[in-house]
Every structure is written in structure tokens, then in C-alpha cells.
């Protein structure tokens, strides 16, 4: 079956940095488009930012600009969301999940990793 697992949240304090990691499995991870997603308890699921297979992106949350970066690596099947400068705003369960190209629609999700930043 196709997973896809995050780790990497925890938490602390307004102005530290996280890396959050999601391994994949049971796909060719280098034929797909990656995305990170976040949801705050009684908030909407806001889209953070994509990367395609070279390691591009097409999108950034502006809230987060400046501040978050996604990278890939196609040997491991993982792919990275570097949190620096975190705000309290940020709190949320971070997702990773992944599409096809052209296809829009994000068909795979991970379980979640919680974000908590105090302030």
C-alpha cells in the first residue's frame, strides 16, 4: 500500500526552527508532485507549499515566505519542510500528501505531525 509518513514536529518556543520529514512508500516517489498541508483545530486546511520532481516550487503560503523551504530526495523517497523563525500562528498538524502531475487533485495523505509554537 502507498504510505506516506511525517515525523519531525514537536514542541517549542517563537523563533525556533523545525524540520519536518515525510517518507514514502509503495510508489515511484520521483514521478509525483509532493505538497505539505496544515490544519488548526476549528480551522480550515490551509495548502503551505509544493515542489515538484527537480525540486521545484509553484506555490508558497504567504504567511509562510521568507520563513519555511521544502526540498526533496528522490533516493530516500522523503521529502523536508525547514520551519525557521516559527510563529504561535503556526501551530497546526502539518500533512504531506502527493498528486499526480497535471492533476490537481492531492490523492495520497500522511497521518499528520503536530506543530506547537509558543509564545
Known amino acids: 500500500q502507498v504510505q506516506l509518513v511525517e515525523s519531525g514536529g514537536g514542541l517549542v518556543q517563537a523563533g525556533d526552527s523545525l524540520r519536518l520529514s515525510c517518507a514514502a512508500s509503495g510508489l515511484t516517489f520521483s514521478r509525483y508532485v509532493m505538497g505539505w498541508f496544515r490544519q488548526a483545530p476549528g480551522k480550515e486546511r490551509e495548502f503551505v507549499v509544493d515542489i515538484n520532481w527537480s525540486g521545484e516550487s509553484t506555490y508558497y503560503l504567504d504567511s509562510v515566505k521568507g520563513r519555511f523551504t521544502t526540498s526533496r530526495n528522490n533516493a530516500k523517497k522523503t521529502v523536508y519542510l525547514q520551519m525557521n523563525s516559527l510563529k504561535p500562528e503556526d501551530t497546526a498538524v502539518y500533512y504531506c500528501?502527493?498528486?499526480?502531475?497535471?492533476?490537481?487533485?492531492?490523492?495520497?495523505w500522511g497521518q499528520g505531525t503536530q506543530v506547537t509554537v509558543s509564545s
Open positions: 500528501a502527493f498528486r499526480e502531475p497535471q492533476d490537481a487533485n492531492y490523492k495520497f
